[in-house]
């Protein structure tokens, strides 16, 4: 939604860094809403609902690329996953979290894009030929 203030955007969580997170840890952070994990594996994420972003379960929804599954060991990265999210499914919403374990430049943009912080980046990169 261009124009939205600051103070109208999703939460931003940053968990600490560790190699496995499980889905409990994740919904553990907010009570409500939808929970967008980016940039890092969910221990049970191939066991969720596969998208053209990453994998759904619930309010839980893992954008990354870092899952043991083929399609993810191809070359792609989170923030072009968070690109195909904003692009068909819009950005997160007000009662939504945004939840990184880390703040690489993956995590950094993916999270921004998601939360609508990059608008210009997302229309510029899904454009481009």
Known sequence: ????????????HLLPLTNVVKGSEVLAVADSGRLFACDFAINEAQDFTEKPWGYECG??????????????????SSTNLA?????????????DTIVINHTDCD????????????????TAAVNSP
Do not use: C, E, F
């Open 83 to 95: 690109l195909i999210y904003t692009t068909k499914q819009g950005i997160a919403g007000l009662d």
């Open 107 to 122: 995590s950094v943009l993916s999270s921004a894009i998601m939360r609508g912080d990059l608008p210009s980046l997302s």
């Open 1 to 12: 939604m261009p124009g939205r203030q600051a103070s109208m955007k999703s939460r931003l």
């Open 59 to 76: 309010r839980l929804v893992n954008i990354d690329h870092h899952a043991s599954t083929p399609r993810m060991r191809s070359r792609i």
